[in-house]
Nanobody, 121 residues
Framework: VQLQASGGGFVQAGGSLRLSCVAS????MGWFRQAPGKAREFVAG????????EYADSVKGRFTIARNNANNTVTLQMNSLKPEDTGVYYC???????????????????WGQGTLVTVSS
């Protein structure tokens, strides 16, 4: 599965950004982020059918993941952004199309190129 992520940028705290990831097939999808010097962490995910979503506690109520199965696109709407949301955001695909949402990076088999999100205080 090939993935193409887009939508990162620079925003002030409290602002919003929307990330998109286009996949070459219909798969479970996850968003992860990695800040400098830190491990890659799960942000949000949706299973292949769109029936289940999961969020990291740190983004619940602020981020929304959604998928459009017509064009194999998953978006991450990020509102009320905080400086600690800064990092490189990656989308990942679960081509096995499991019913659950995967939250561990090693469980995903394909990764997008990453898009930088910078939130200033």
């Amino acid at each position: 599965v090939q993935l193409q992520a887009s939508g990162g940028g620079f925003v002030q705290a409290g602002g919003s950004l929307r990330l998109s990831c286009v996949a070459s097939g219909r798969t479970g999808m996850g968003w992860f982020r990695q800040a400098p010097g830190k491990a890659r962490e799960f942000v949000a995910g949706v299973n292949w059918s769109g029936s289940r979503t999961e969020y990291a506690d740190s983004v619940k109520g602020r981020f929304t993941i959604a998928r459009n199965n017509a064009n194999n696109t998953v978006t991450l709407q990020m509102n009320s952004l905080k400086p600690e949301d800064t990092g490189v955001y990656y989308c990942a695909a679960d081509s096995l199309r499991r019913s659950v949402v995967l939250t561990v990076p090693s469980q995903y088999d394909s990764w997008g190129q990453g898009t930088l999100v910078t939130v200033s205080s």
